[in-house]
């Protein structure tokens, strides 16, 4: 019974990894084709990868938008949870239901809307519209992380910095989000790795400009070639370190 | 710096539910006045209407003659010491401290010295470093005053901020409390449900109850001389007995009409106003004294409290003859 329980555990986390290993694994392949047979070891692929212009600047937009979008989710996220969570307002419950639903809505609808407005607005397609779609989908994420995490231990704090004289919005930048360090770092890192790996608002929102995504998309159109699987080790590697670090730093800190 | 505050006809409606009704109080500069009363009776509601934290519906606040009306909290010259103390857990103790004085814009090393002044004045010197969850219970409170103070506000309000603490170091803050109050010279505003908290530090006691002052004194005045019946019961035990004509349970005693209100430590067998042959049902040694039910033959049916001396055995069912030195007649 006991060996037989290893072995489902053995079994669901290679359901889950086994792909990724792969990917990882043909990333090295010393050949044309990141299929097996595995043929040796080689790093040119990554030399090429981190060679190649257009890719590197697709790297550096998707960090910038990363960045970007979820800086502002986060700021906006958490001022519209601290405004719900510490006035009374008519219809509370409806704006806090509005703020979240677009986490019900799939990103391929919210990428449509968004081209449809920017379309007649007249508004062109670049890395900014990428990022507010980001904004869109990370907004929701953000505002339910930072709510949760209000309780009224801070409500006494900030009663106590308003008592000795601190205007609003000391308030807020030396006590509120002081204190939700924890929730706050989490909501953006959190925000950081979806939008990292974000493809189809990506896709359809951005023109000359594009994020790493939706190059590698391109890369694929023209073959597959281990060049696209050390592309894909690089940003999951990226998307590790962020979880990492969000694990290190952040969480276990917030548990003592 | 200190001033007085004057409460003005101030009432404070939640709806259909009035919290205050009418509350007149004059607060001189200095004075360490506590706000008395069970939950409900309004004195948190007041002490935050003191501190800005709720307009009222009605009536005035006013603090050193100035008129408090739209003054938000951040601007009165009053700071608060809360009872679950509100520190900043971010930040150290000097920074708590200096809190304050940082949003007036003073430099950091002057503040930076105020705060070491400050934590010193509480007892807590060399700690400037440390952080709110490094210290016990009692230490976070001597923390919250310290920032409190450290504004030099005018008038230092203070919500129940020994109820989280156990109580032998609740007495023992009370006395430093009452000496801290002595060195700055504050007028402190403290609100407490234990009356004899209250009794330990105030210079005068508001008791209040359902939203209005049952009685004003200094403690001694309130628990000797009570005004009301209400502040009889609320300060300690108290035996009543009601009079009408001269006349009470107890058989006939030259009082006014009325509830003759009797503390039980006010009995003795030596007493003035006789109260007759009581017969001893209970006793119970409290240490300090020995604490007797006893029923007057005359009434079998009352039951008085009585507080006999530490060295006093009387048995059960002897019959002692008993008169009280000190009494009030209140209107029932």
């Known amino acids: 019974m006991r060996a037989l329980s290893w072995a489902y555990l053995a079994i669901a986390y290679a359901f889950v990894f086994l792909p990724v290993a792969v990917l990882v694994a043909f990333s090295f392949q010393d050949g044309r084709l990141p299929v097996p047979p595995f043929q040796g070891v080689t790093l040119d692929w990554y030399a090429k990868v981190l060679g190649d212009r257009d890719l590197m600047a697709a790297l550096v937009n998707s960090a910038l938008v990363a960045a970007v979008s979820s800086l502002i989710a986060l700021i906006l996220g958490f001022l519209a949870a601290h405004a719900l969570a510490r006035v009374r307002l008519p219809g509370s419950v409806l704006l806090r239901g509005v703020l979240i639903a677009p986490m019900t809505v799939s990103y391929l609808i919210i990428a449509l809307g968004l081209l449809t407005v920017f379309n007649q607005t007249g508004v062109r397609l670049s890395l900014w519209t990428a990022g507010i779609g980001h904004v869109v989908i990370n907004l929701p994420l953000c505002f339910a ?41 989490a909501a953006f890192f959190l925000s950081v790795t979806f939008s990292w790996d974000e493809f189809i608002i990506a896709f359809l929102l951005t023109r000359f400009d594009v994020t790493l995504p939706v190059e590698i998309w391109s890369m694929l159109r023209s073959g597959i070639s281990p060049a696209t699987n050390a592309v894909g080790s690089l940003v999951f590697l990226v998307s590790v370190t962020l979880v990492v670090v969000l694990e290190v730093f952040v969480f276990r800190r917030a548990k003592t | ?160 901020p020994l109820g989280a603490l156990d109580l032998k170091l609740r007495r023992a803050m009370q006395d430093e409390l009452k000496a801290i109050q002595r060195r700055v010279g504050t007028t402190f505003v403290h609100v407490t449900h234990d009356q004899e908290e209250a009794m330990a530090i105030a210079d005068r006691i508001v008791v209040m109850n359902g939203g209005k002052i049952a009685d004003i004194g200094p403690p001694r005045e309130v628990y000797l001389r009570p005004k009301s019946l209400f502040s009889a019961g609320f300060m300690g035990e108290v035996n009543k007995v009601p009079v009408v004509g001269g006349k009470s349970a107890l058989g006939p005693l030259a009082v006014p009409d009325g509830v003759l209100c009797i503390r039980p430590e006010a009995i003795s067998e030596s007493g003035a106003l006789r109260l007759g042959p009581c017969r001893v049902e209970e006793t119970t040694f409290f240490g300090t004294y020995l604490r007797a039910h006893v029923s007057p033959l005359a009434a079998p049916d009352l039951r008085l409290v009585v507080h006999l001396a530490q060295g006093a055995a009387p048995e059960l069912g002897s019959v002692l003859d008993l008169g009280a030195q000190d009494f009030v007649v209140l209107e029932a």
């Not at chain 1, 106590?160 to 929730?183: F, H, I, Q, T, Y």
């Not at chain 2, 938000?72 to 010259?77: N, S």
């Open chain 1, 145 to 185: 992380i930072t709510y949760a995490a209000m309780g009224d231990h801070q409500k006494n704090a900030e009663r106590a910095a308003r008592d000795l004289g601190a205007p609003e919005w000391k308030v807020l930048a030396l006590v509120s989000a002081p204190m939700l360090a924890a929730p706050l770092a």
């Open chain 2, 1 to 160: 710096m200190t001033a007085g505050v004057s409460i003005r006809a101030v009432t404070q409606r939640y709806g259909s539910a009035l919290a205050l009704d009418g509350v007149d109080l004059e607060i001189t500069a200095g004075e360490f006045v506590v706000l008395l009363g069970p939950s409900g009776c309004g004195k948190t509601t007041l002490l935050n209407i003191i501190g800005g934290f709720a307009e009222p519906t009605s009536g005035a606040v006013l603090i050193g003659g100035r008129d408090m009306a739209g003054v938000a909290a951040k601007d009165r010259p009053t700071t608060t010491v809360f009872q679950d103390y509100a520190l900043f857990p971010h930040m150290t103790l000097a920074e708590n401290v200096g809190f304050g004085l940082r949003m007036r814009g003073m430099a950091k090393a002057a503040r930076d010295a105020k705060a070491a002044e400050m934590l010193a004045l509480v007892g807590l010197e060399g700690r400037a470093a440390r952080r709110p969850h490094e210290l016990s219970g009692g230490q976070r409170q001597r923390v919250a005053l310290a920032r409190a103070l450290a504004v030099e506000p005018d008038v230092l309000l203070l919500d129940e």
